[in-house]
């Protein structure tokens, strides 16, 4: 269960982020594509971290996401 909210919070993010530009008016495709491309990469990690290294995964994705919002 904590994978899917791990996952879920970096889809929000992407989704808040878009929302902001958005409401801004501002167009970034690159930024955009940087964004999913991570968020993908992300969510993968969280999904198929093996069991030991489940905790720092999290923190890393977690904290990333954070800062990058």
């Known amino acids: ?6 996952a879920a919070f970096v889809l929000y993010t992407v989704c808040f982020c878009l929302f902001t530009w958005r409401f801004g008016e ?3 495709p690159r930024l955009e594509r ?8 992300a969510c993968t990690a969280v999904v198929l971290a093996p069991r030991s290294w489940v ?10 996401f954070v800062l990058g919002k």
């Open 1 to 6: 269960m904590s994978r899917l909210n791990i």
């Open 26 to 28: 501002q167009v970034w």
């Open 34 to 41: 940087v964004l999913w491309g991570a968020a993908v990469a």
């Open 55 to 64: 905790g720092a995964v999290f923190l890393v994705v977690w904290v990333g």
